[in-house]
C-alpha cells in the first residue's frame, strides 16, 4: 500500500488515542513514525498497525477497519480537496464515480491497487453494492467508508453484508440503503 494509507492511520491514532499509543504501535511493528506519502509498503505492515492498534485497545479488527473507513472520508476530503470534489455532490454520484476517482488517482500512483465497485438492483433508496479487491479481509473497512460518505453528503446510509468471497464469489456484496437527510 502507498504510505498514504499508512499516514492516515498514524494520523488517527493520534488524533484519538495520542502519540502515546502510535509509539507503542511502532514499537510493536517496528514500523516507523512517519510514512512517506508516494512510498510503497506491504500490505502487511498496513495489517499488522491494525492489529496492534486493536491489541493495544482490547478491540475488535472489524471496529478499527470501519472507524478507519469513516476516518479516510474526512482525511482524504480535507487533504485532497479537488480530487474529492470531481467525483461528485452528493451521495449516489460519488459512490457511480469510485471508479473513475481511482483511475485519476493511478495517474499519480501508478503501483496503486484500488478496489472496483459497480451497482446493481438500483432503487429508490437502495443498491446492492459489489466490491471487487485484491486485499482480502477489508470489508469492514467498506461500511466505514460508506458511513463516512453518508455524512460528508448529509445522508442516512446503512450496509448488510449479502455474500462475497468467504461464500465463493470473487467480490462481496453488500445491500446499501441511504436517504438524505430531511433538514438539508
Known amino acids: 500500500m502507498y ?27 517496528g514500523a516507523d513514525e512517519l510514512f512517506l506519502t508516494m512510498g510503497q509498503y506491504p500490505d502487511e505492515l498496513t495489517f499488522s ?5 486493536c ?12 472507524n478507519f473507513g469513516e476516518y479516510w472520508i474526512d482525511y482524504v476530503a480535507k487533504n485532497y480537496q479537488e480530487l474529492f470534489a470531481m467525483a461528485g455532490g452528493d451521495f449516489v454520484t460519488f459512490v457511480k ?3 473513475s476517482l481511482h483511475t485519476r488517482v493511478a495517474q499519480m ?9 459497480s451497482i446493481s438492483d438500483a432503487q429508490e433508496g437502495r443498491f446492492v453494492l459489489h466490491y471487487y479487491s485484491q486485499r482480502d479481509g477489508m470489508q469492514p ?9 453518508g455524512r460528508r453528503f448529509a445522508t442516512a446510509v446503512s450496509l448488510t453484508y449479502l455474500e462475497g468471497k468467504t461464500e465463493g464469489l470473487d467480490h462481496d456484496c453488500f445491500q446499501v440503503e441511504y436517504s438524505r437527510h430531511e433538514d438539508d
Request: glycine share 10%; charged share 20%; with cysteine.
Open 141 to 149: 473497512m467498506i461500511i466505514g467508508l460508506f458511513r463516512g460518505l
Open 55 to 66: 491489541k493495544l485497545q482490547g478491540c475488535e479488527s472489524d471496529v478499527v477497519l470501519q
Open 109 to 117: 500512483m501508478p503501483e496503486l491497487q484500488a478496489p472496483g465497485f
Open 49 to 53: 498497525l491494525i492489529e496492534s492498534l
Open 97 to 99: 464515480n469510485l471508479n
Open 3 to 29: 504510505g498514504l494509507v499508512n499516514q492516515a492511520i498514524r494520523d488517527m491514532v493520534v488524533e484519538r488515542f495520542g502519540v502515546e499509543t502510535w509509539g507503542d504501535i511502532c514499537a510493536l511493528t
